[in-house]
């Protein structure tokens, strides 16, 4: 007889997902603009490294469908890129498991570069103008901040026995 594992806090990682949905899209200064890392790209991250078998490529897709719907962009670029992101992360979920925290945090690097440069492919195609330097910004500050995305969203996992 197979036993099927009950999950628990469903809730949490939606909320979570909801608070890096609002931190998109909360108003901020035009020079602050620039500084605003993505917090979905993190989340969703986050998430598919600690429990893979909830979190996936559909995921990214729909939170990707909602970034978009919620900044305006075109209607599947974020849906696109971050599929491919949550992919990738799939894929070497159990390695980056076994590293350090900074040392993951190079690899998100790569992830939310990935992230960006699709982003600005789509965007290119579609004929909108090249971008300026800081437009790496976000990946630059994502991973910077990855320490304390990791600690926080594992605290909440912990705290709430989600599994």
């Known amino acids: ?28 200064p035009d020079w602050a603009l620039t ?3 993505d917090w979905v790209g993190l989340v969703l991250i986050y998430w ?15 939170m990707g469908l909602m970034v978009d719907l919620l900044t305006g962009t075109l209607l599947g670029q974020h849906a696109l890129s971050l599929t491919i992101v949550a992919y990738v992360t799939l894929n070497f979920h159990q390695r980056l498991r076994l590293v ?8 998100i690097l790569v992830l939310l570069v990935l992230h960006q440069l699709l982003s600005l492919w789509i965007s ?14 976000p990946s630059l500050l994502g991973m910077i901040i990855w320490p304390l995305v990791y600690a926080t969203l594992r605290g909440m996992r912990r705290g709430f026995r989600v599994n």
Not at 1 to 6: N, Q, V, W
Not at 11 to 17: A, D, E, L, N, Y
Not at 101 to 106: E, P
Not at 124 to 137: E, K, L, N, Q
């Open 35 to 37: 500084l605003r890392p």
């Open 100 to 107: 350090p925290v900074w040392q993951q945090s190079l690899t």
């Open 124 to 137: 290119r195609i579609i004929g909108r103008p090249g971008v300026p330097w800081y437009f790496w910004t």
């Open 1 to 28: 007889m197979i036993r099927r594992r009950r999950h628990h806090g469903g809730g949490v990682i939606v909320f979570t997902f909801i608070i890096a949905l609002l931190l998109t899209v909360i108003p901020l």
């Open 48 to 62: 598919c490294m600690a429990l893979p078998d909830r979190v996936g490529v559909t995921t990214g897709w729909f």
